[in-house]
């Protein structure tokens, strides 16, 4: 419990944007989705119409495209759940999106940055590989290199 309030406090403004909806079910989606389901889907948003009057729609990601289908066919389960936790009827559509970790839009604030290899990085790199005496290992090793940013 320690954790999870230190957790809030320092979470709560970057929840600002999103309400205090996606905070909560965040925070205890465990809670909410039970063991089974917290690791094969995530609480992505939550959004609301204009007039904020009627229930959300909360957007879960799968990691699997066969999660998916079982989100699918639990809406209905996750919606009731819901329902209790909160003690009335905040979210009324669950829309599920699949994980796909090459089309997820990272904010330019948390994208990484990388630097190219300096040619002299590059040449340390190749010294060290070629100490290894296995012919396929150095090849792979090699590869994997060309692919890697510094």
Same mark, same amino acid.
């Given at each position: 419990m320690? *954790? #999870?309030e230190h $957790? !809030? +406090?320092v979470s709560t403004p970057a929840f600002k944007k999103q309400g205090s909806v996606l905070y909560r $079910? /965040?925070?205890d989606w465990t809670l909410i989705a039970g063991e089974q389901l917290k690791t094969r889907a995530f609480p992505l948003s939550v959004k609301f119409? #204009?007039?904020k009057s009627g229930g959300g729609t909360l957007f879960l990601e799968a990691i699997n495209p066969s999660c998916g289908l079982e989100l699918e066919m639990m809406i209905p389960t996750i919606l009731s759940k819901i329902d209790i936790y909160f003690g009335y009827k905040v979210i009324t559509k669950i829309k599920v999106v699949l994980c796909d970790k090459a089309d997820f839009p990272l904010d330019d604030a948390i994208k990484p940055t990388y630097k190219k290899r300096? *040619? #002299?990085q590059n040449d340390d790199l190749a010294k060290i590989i070629n100490q290894? !005496?296995? /012919? +396929?290992? !150095?090849?792979?090793l090699m590869n994997i290199a060309e692919h890697i940013e510094s």
């Open positions: 320690w *954790l #999870k $957790v !809030r +406090e $079910v /965040i925070a119409g #204009k007039d300096t *040619l #002299k290894n !005496r296995d /012919i +396929e290992i !150095r090849a792979s």
